[in-house]
């Protein structure tokens, strides 16, 4: 078996899956993915905006994908927004679907990628992409490259497992699972503050970060049915997005994805 290539495996996926299919979790289908992402929406709105009138700034989303959260930065009322994404195909994309914001590829992991950017940004966003970077070395140096493009005093948003397990299993070849203990180091060496952390899912995602024999029977049974049938994906994400809503508002600690908000010193 060949060594695994980011680039390629996404340029490939994207091209045979658009949408949010295409960057979310594939197996569950078009429909679950949909409740999903009104998750991740509005958790990411709710974050971004209790730090800052975005009015006037300007951002940086790094892993672009399809977009969706270049829309969520319009929503909040960026003034100038940027992305970056490995592929060809989703930059292309990106530039076709907002042609008033700049798109870049560019492997943010790399050594040189800081300079490849205007940088100065007030803010970076970073969502369900660092669990993607698999080479620990890449991982470290992409932190550092969205420090040195961040102002100081400017916020590093992102989501990753963050796991209490300090050797965590690898079972697929395209994620890297990391401890939070890991993370911490390298956000701290690199020079960031972590501000705060919180749930991103709790029942609607794989409970990664738990050893509840029953939670991992439920998301085995669940995921088993969304994936054959995407009227019961609709109809499990209708029953579980207002549940979901207030666990990720009301637990500290959760199984799975947790959002991550740093801030450049001053």
Request: hydrophobic share 40%; charged share 20%; net charge neutral.
């Amino acid at each position: 078996m060949g060594q695994f290539a980011p680039k390629n495996y996404w340029e490939d996926r994207l091209k045979q899956q658009s949408g949010l299919v295409g960057v979310g979790y594939a197996r569950l289908g078009r429909n679950f993915n949909h409740w999903m992402y009104r998750v991740r929406r509005r958790i990411f709105l709710q974050e971004a905006a209790a730090l800052y009138d975005w009015k006037a700034t300007s951002v940086l989303d790094v892993g672009s994908g399809t977009g969706f959260y270049i829309d969520c930065w319009e929503t909040l009322g960026a003034g100038q927004i940027a992305g970056v994404d490995l592929t060809k195909v989703a930059v292309e994309g990106l530039q076709s679907r907002f042609p008033k914001h700049n798109f870049y590829e560019l492997n943010i992991g790399a050594s040189d990628a800081a300079k490849a950017l205007p940088g100065n940004y007030d803010a970076i966003s970073m969502m369900d992409v660092l669990y993607h970077i698999i080479d620990d070395a890449d991982y470290e140096q992409a932190i550092r490259n969205l420090y040195a493009l961040l102002k100081p005093g400017g916020f590093f948003i992102f989501c990753d497992f963050l796991l209490h397990d300090p050797n965590p299993a690898q079972p697929q070849a395209h994620v890297r699972r990391r401890s939070l203990a890991h993370v911490e180091r390298v956000l701290k060496s690199a020079g960031f503050e972590i501000q705060k952390r919180k749930p991103l899912f709790v029942l609607m995602n794989q409970p990664v970060d738990s050893h509840n024999p029953l939670l991992a029977f439920y998301w085995k049974a669940i995921s088993f049915l969304i994936s054959k049938s995407e009227l019961l994906g609709q109809l499990f994400g209708a029953v579980l997005y207002p549940l979901e809503n207030v666990l990720v508002n009301n637990l500290r600690e959760g199984p799975s994805t947790e959002i991550v908000i740093c801030k450049r010193p001053e």
